[in-house]
């Protein structure tokens, strides 16, 4: 079947993009040329697509070239270079990269190095991404108590550092409190400029700045609602 001409001009227009080096254009081609959308289907077009994208830091590219890298998919097989580019692409925040990587460490697959409490730390980065792993949880598990507060405390650090809280998002996905307690004051700007009715839930007791933002002044006209697993000054108020 043929495609519509506004899918044909869209290839089009990617290819000239590609072309002209564009690493968004590249990539995107390069799914086309994977998929056989608008383009007969071709691997190896495809890889070379990636790998120009990757070396122009795309991290989608970089992650899917790695894979190819990794299994010998239209390119020779090198895994060395697929896990570093892994690492490269895990340090860049791509939660995909970080589980691809996880699962590297944990097992030694590729000929890399076993190290089980690095590995876990970007399982648990991946994670907070959600990007989860039942059967790294289940790793994570079976780690000695000291191993696991390694890498729990790896990925914390690692996670307020690279993995900032942005306002601007309406939905973010991250452990907290966060180093310094920003996200906490985040939280109480967030509750205190509220212009509707507030629902906070915690698996843990509120700290005293949210409690008192919750709490709220007398004759607030916007109810806010706090949830947690304990009593506190808010208990029985709205």
Same mark, same amino acid.
């Given at each position: &079947? ?9 290839? /089009?227009?990617?290819?000239? !993009?590609?072309?002209?080096?564009? %690493?968004?254009?590249? @990539? ?22 990636? =790998?120009? &994208? ?15 890298? @990794? ?8 895994? %060395?270079?697929?896990?570093? $580019?892994? #690492? ?9 990269? =970080?589980?691809?990587?996880? #699962? ?9 190095? +076993? ?9 648990? +980065? !991946? ?19 000291? /191993?696991?507060?390694?890498? =729990?405390?790896? !990925? ?11 306002? &601007?998002?309406? $939905? ?13 004051? /985040? ?11 507030? $629902? ?5 007791? $509120? ?20 949830? =947690? ?10």
């Amino acid at each position: &079947a043929s495609l519509p001409e506004d899918a044909q001009d869209k290839t /089009e227009l990617l290819r000239i !993009a590609a072309d002209e080096g564009n %690493p968004e254009a590249q @990539y995107a081609l390069a799914t086309f040329y994977k998929e056989g959308t608008g383009v007969p289907k071709d691997l190896d077009k495809a890889v070379r697509l990636l =790998q120009a &994208a990757s070396l122009a830091d795309n991290v989608d590219a970089e992650v899917e070239y790695a894979i190819a890298l @990794y299994n010998g998919t239209g390119t020779p097989r090198n895994q %060395p270079a697929a896990i570093a $580019l892994l #690492r490269k692409a895990a340090r860049q925040n791509s939660p995909i990269a =970080q589980n691809r990587l996880a #699962r590297v460490l944990v097992s030694g697959l590729g000929g890399a190095p +076993v190290d089980k409490v690095e590995g876990l730390k970007w399982h648990i +980065v !991946a994670k907070t991404a959600g990007k989860g792993d039942p059967e790294l949880d289940e790793v994570l598990a079976n780690l000695s108590p000291e /191993e696991r507060a390694r890498a =729990q405390e790896a !990925a914390k650090k690692w996670i307020g550092i690279n993995n900032a809280m942005d306002a &601007a998002n309406k $939905l973010f996905v991250g452990f907290s409190p966060r180093a310094g307690a920003k996200d906490l004051a /985040e939280f109480v700007n967030c509750i205190n400029a509220a212009q509707r009715d507030v $629902l906070f839930a915690t698996a843990f007791a $509120l700290p005293k700045t949210i409690l008192e933002a919750l709490l709220g002044q007398a004759n607030d006209p916007v109810m806010r609602f706090g949830l =947690q697993n304990s009593k506190s000054s808010i208990t029985g108020f709205h």
